[in-house]
Every structure is written in C-alpha cells, then in structure tokens.
C-alpha cells in the first residue's frame, strides 16, 4: 500500500510538472526530444529519491537542480560528447520543429553556442528567475562564480544577436544590452 | 551603481526583455512529450534494488579497503589532496598503459600526468573532441568536490597542450582573464589565468596555470570544483612540474586489421576507473568517418557496470541509453566490441556494414599487459 501510495503521489507530481521541466530541459540543449530524455532521467532520479524528498518544501527547486545536474554532467560525459555528435550528424532537421524564424531560433542558436554552465546560468537567472543565490544552490558553485558566468553570457549572447535584425517592437539594440 | 548581476537588484529591462524572449521560446510549438513516467518508475525501482544491494556489497569492501589504506596511503594522510599517488606505468605516466607513438595508435595525447593528489584514481584520454580532430586531453577524475553544500561534482584536472607557435588566448570567450606570473616551472615561464589583475583565483572553483615547456609550447593545466580547501594551487604546481609531455600512444584493448579504404579515424577515448568509464573498469572507443557519416567502435569489459555516484550519468543510466542506436556487437575474450552508428548500417554497405567492421575487430582480453598501440593495420 505504501509503495502505491507512493507511486500514486510521484505520478501526479510528473504529470503537473513535466511540461514545465521540458520547457527547461529544451532552453538547457536546444533540442525537444533530447530534452525529453533529461526530462526522463531526472524523474526517474526523482523517484529513486522519492522516499526521502517528497514532503520537502521546494520540490519544484529540488527537481530543477536535478535536472540542470544532469544536463551539466551529460556534458562531461565522453558518451555525451560521442551521442551528442552522432545525434547532430544525424538529426540536423531538428531545427525545423521551432517554427519561429524571427526570434525563437536566433535566440537557440546563441544559447547552444553558450557553454554548458553559462547557459545553465543564463536560464536559471532568466527564465527560472532565481537569485543569483539561488542560482549558486542549484549548480553547486559560489555566487561569483554565478555572477561571471552570467556576464559572460549576456556578453556572448549580445555578440552573437547583435548582428540580427529581430522584429521587435523595442528594436534589436534594446537586446541584451544595458 | 547597481551590479546588473546581483540577484538583490532588480533585472535591467534589457534582462527583462532577453527573460521575455527565453519564455517565448520555451513557449514555441513542440512535438509531443516523450517523457514517460510509468518507465521512470520502473527504472528508479530498479535503481533502488541496485543500490540496496550494492550497498551490502560495500559493507565488506568497506572492512577490507580501509585496512589496506592504512598500511599504503602516502605521506600526508587520507584527506591530503597533495599526498603522492603517483602509481603510473613504466613510462613514469599515472594511469592506464601509454607507449610509444607507433603511428598506428588513434589515440595519441600530448602529454600524460606523472602526477596526481590522492584519490584522482580515474584517467580520461581524448582525441579529436568538441570538432577538433587534433585535439587531445588528458582528464583525471578525483573525490567529491569540498566546500560546497551540494557535493554533486567530481573534483577534475584536465591537462591539454597548445600547438605550437601558439600564444593561448586571455580571452576566454565572453570575457577577458588576466596574466598572473608565478614562480617559474621547472626553470620556464609560468602564469595563472586570474579573473582580476594580481588575483590568479579564476571564476568561482575553478583554476588555470599555463606554463611553457621545453620545446616552447605552452601548457595548461586547468582544475574544476576545486577551491582552497582541496589546495588547489600547491595542486597544479605540483602537478604541472611533473607533467609528461612527450606524445604518447595509449593502449587499447582491440585492434582493427585492414582497415576499410575511405574508413578515417576522427576521434578516440579511453576512460580509466568506473568514473571515467560509465561504471566499468574502462571503456575504449575509436569514431571514424566514411563520406562524412560517423561510425564507432566502443569496447568495454562484458560485465555489469557499477551503480552511477553522485548523479554522474552513464550510457547505462542514462536516457540517452533509450536512443535506439543501431549497432552489432560481439563478446570476445571478456570485451563486449560493439560498431553503432546514428546513421543505421546503410551507409556503410561498402565496408560491409556494420559486422564487415566488426569482423575485422579482435580483442586484446582484459588484462591491460595485452593490449596495444599498434591498433590500426
């Protein structure tokens, strides 16, 4: 009974949650269906820990770290790397599923050219709207080391859109620049 | 003035338009959800089941290798990270087997560690990675980071060795580091990659020190998840003074006689210990190219690997492991010898497609004493 109890109690946690965590998933690698994959992994490293984290305070908090942790350290991981370009050679139609020329695939593309942790950091600060403190908590590093990777990826996401002409009614100098 | 990047000041409107953009894009048409959460249930159950049991399995081991440490830790004590540990080959390298450059071996690296802390028991060696087919690094894989409440990452040390004629740039990307003399290395220039003039500390835990070798090339030994409580720095001299430079051939536990013409090796790893290698002992693979397709051989002792630690994800735990990647594969001498390709086999039908590769694969068994540089023939 327990254990169905359990289940039923993780079930429905995923089931409110995993859009939520794909959108995230998708800004950390750019790609929906490896997205579902960090999606699927972190879950399932979520139930693993079910037992002892479901009546936390923050779960939404918990799960992101797990899934950011796992996107981080798929990026070191030599079968990453080794999938990772087999899937580009592979799969480069992939692209096509973002259907938004004008803004959604410039802004993929300048984020996938982001490494790893900067654009970790640049979701999490941006899109999670997390503190820097915050921020720090989920990756496991200082908050300086937070606040440089976040410059760095503002700066290196201005370099690389500075050059577009984005339809906006703010216009494309008001990008990232401040 | 505000610091744009204090998570105390609100955001600019340039951050508030680039949290806008972010959200539209998250928001953008996506094809249906593939995550399934009936399948995470039943994967976590069996993670569950394994730890449990390898858990019991470590009581013992626990006993045993304690009572072993005791009698051969290096001066210093068990939580030194500057206590000797140098264990490494003839060649006065730490870590697996490397010979030679016999011009038959993929896996060249430039230089090897002839020294590592304590507890950095897992080598990785690479070639031809992040698109640079000459590239090569040497990564060592230690104890858990310290001086941290989320202890997740593994303290690591990557060594790579810049062409020559080349100065490395202080510009990282996205931001410009800072020239910090040091103390010479082994009588030549040495430097660390600061974050702010006179601050050799780089951005948050981790640390670069570039130093130039005999030949004139520069150096970089580069540490992440590394603070001053794992004497970060005393590491990388340390380390630094006794890198091994000289290119080297690592062994390999197979070889690939008469390679298919057009067939042309573009990458190449060897990961040493269960960090390195997925939870196995080691994994070995060579990626080839054939009219611009990727195809690999990977080998990895026919065992089940070690439970993952500290959320470290392997091709076994890993989602990623569900990609439906065609492959053959083959058992001999204890090597599990697999060809896989993204592609499927049909581009390869003029080499035989995948068991044409395969059947040219001969294992070299798991003891490390048998296995080769001369690889390619």
Redesign the interface.
């Known amino acids: 009974m327990a254990k169905q109890t359990r289940?039923a109690d993780?079930?429905a946690f995923?089931?409110a949650r995993?859009?939520w965590l794909?959108?995230?998933a998708?800004?950390l690698c750019g790609d929906?269906?490896r997205a579902?994959?960090?999606?699927?992994?972190s879950?399932?490293?979520?139930?693993?820990r079910?037992g002892r984290i479901s009546k936390v305070d923050n779960l939404d908090g918990y799960v992101r770290?797990?899934l950011v942790?796992?996107f981080l350290?798929?990026q070191?991981?030599?079968?990453?790397?080794?999938?990772a370009?087999?899937?580009d050679?592979?799969?480069p139609e992939r692209a096509a599923?973002?259907?938004?020329p004008d803004?959604?695939v410039d802004?993929?593309a300048a984020?996938s050219a982001l490494?790893s942790r900067?654009r970790a950091t640049?979701?999490l600060r941006?899109?999670c709207?997390l503190?820097?403190?915050?921020?720090a908590?989920a990756m496991?590093?200082?908050?300086?080391?937070?606040?440089?990777?976040?410059?760095?990826?503002?700066?290196?996401?201005r370099?690389l859109l500075d050059h577009e002409t984005v339809a906006s009614a703010?216009g494309p100098s008001?990008?990232?620049?401040? | 003035m505000n610091d744009p990047y204090d998570g105390s000041s609100s955001l600019s409107a340039a951050e508030q338009r680039l949290a806008a953009e972010l959200t539209a894009l998250a928001d953008s048409p996506a094809p249906g959800m593939g995550s399934d959460t009936a399948w995470a249930v039943r994967t976590g159950r069996s993670r569950l089941l394994r730890r449990r049991l390898a858990a019991l399995g470590a009581v013992t081991a626990v006993s045993v290798g304690a009572a072993t440490l005791g009698v051969v830790w290096p001066e210093g004590g068990a939580g030194s990270t500057v206590a000797a540990a140098a264990s490494g080959s003839g060649s006065g390298s730490v870590g697996p087997r490397v010979g030679p450059d016999t011009g038959h071996d993929p896996l060249v690296v430039q230089a090897t560690f002839g020294w590592l802390p304590a507890g950095f028991d897992d080598i990785e060696y690479d070639k031809g990675f992040s698109g640079q087919p000459e590239a090569s690094q040497a990564k060592a894989i230690g104890p858990k980071q310290t001086n941290t409440t989320t202890d997740r990452n593994r303290q690591l040390l990557f060594l790579t060795v810049h062409a020559p004629g080349v100065e490395p740039p202080l510009d990282l990307g996205g931001g410009l580091r800072y020239r910090v003399d040091t103390t010479p290395i082994n009588g030549r220039p040495a430097y660390w990659v600061g974050s702010a003039p006179g601050n050799p500390a780089g951005v948050g835990d981790d640390r670069t020190l570039r130093f130039k070798l005999a030949d004139g090339r520069w150096a970089e030994l580069h540490a992440s998840y590394m603070s001053d409580a794992d004497n970060v720095a005393n590491v990388l001299v340390q380390a630094a003074t006794e890198v091994r430079t000289e290119p080297r051939a690592v062994a390999m536990p197979f070889r690939i006689k008469s390679l298919p013409a057009g067939l042309t090796p573009a990458s190449a790893s060897l990961g040493y210990g269960p960090e390195a290698a997925g939870g196995y002992p080691w994994t070995a693979s060579i990626g080839f190219t054939l009219n611009g397709k990727w195809i690999s051989v990977t080998a990895h002792p026919d065992t089940t690997p070690a439970p993952p630690t500290n959320g470290r994800v392997t091709r076994e735990n890993s989602l990623l492991a569900s990609v439906d990647v065609p492959e053959a594969c083959k058992s001999s001498k204890g090597v599990k010898l697999c060809v896989s390709a993204m592609d499927g086999e049909a581009p390869f039908a003029s080499i035989g497609g995948f068991n044409g590769l395969l059947d040219r694969v001969t294992s070299r068994g798991t003891d490390e004493n048998a296995w080769t540089t001369e690889v390619l023939h």
């Open positions: 289940d993780f079930t995923v089931a995993a859009p794909r959108k995230v998708y800004l929906w269906h579902d994959d960090l999606v699927q992994e879950v399932t490293k979520l139930y693993v079910w770290t797990v942790n796992t350290a798929e070191r991981s030599p079968w990453a790397r080794w999938s370009r087999r899937r050679a592979a799969l599923v973002v259907p938004d803004v959604s802004l993929r984020l490494p900067q640049v979701v941006y899109y709207d503190t820097v403190e915050q921020t908590a496991g590093c200082s908050t300086g080391n937070v606040k440089s990777q976040s410059s760095r990826g503002l700066h290196a996401l370099r703010a008001e990008r990232i620049t401040s």
